[in-house]
């Protein structure tokens, strides 16, 4: 849903119509705001309906809990980091670095470490973080040769 908002924004801009780059912000923010507030849910594979239930984490080590709340905070900032670069303003680059490296980071411990209840959980992270560092590392540069 937010890809296709993002899709939309971008359709928008390139053919100089109003709202373009706000319906972007508006889902590159949701985003954002998703993985900041949700992260350790996502990561760990726990449904939204069973947030506030204890049997949600009853196998889950506190490492995963707080692998993914960390994850997710710094997902949210590389995110952040892709909406500066789509806006032209400073510090996206910095914002995306430190996603990536902190994200890697903790990715290899995932998956060095032995202790964790959940296998997908490192690969929750490399993948997602795949998807957003290609986004900003190959189609932001091919998209910053359209005049936006």
């Known amino acids: 849903m937010l890809a296709l908002l993002v899709a939309i924004g971008f359709g928008l801009n390139i053919f100089h119509m109003k709202g373009g780059l706000e319906s972007v912000m508006i889902a590159v923010l949701c985003l954002a705001l998703l993985y900041f507030f949700f992260g350790f849910l996502l990561f760990n594979g726990i449904r939204l309906r069973k947030a506030f239930e204890r049997s949600s984490y009853a196998g889950l080590p506190t490492l995963n809990i707080i692998a993914g709340v960390v994850s997710g905070i710094f997902m949210a900032v590389m ?29 290899a411990a995932a998956y060095r470490e032995n202790k964790w209840v959940q296998p997908k959980l490192p690969t929750n992270i490399l993948i997602r973080m795949a998807i957003i560092a290609v986004t900003y590392f190959v189609i932001m540069p091919l998209l910053s040769k359209i005049s936006l």
Do not use: R, S
């Open 79 to 107: 995110v952040m980091g892709v909406m500066f670069k789509i806006m032209h303003w400073p510090g996206g680059m910095l914002m995306c670095a430190v996603g990536v490296g902190v994200n890697l980071l903790l990715a």
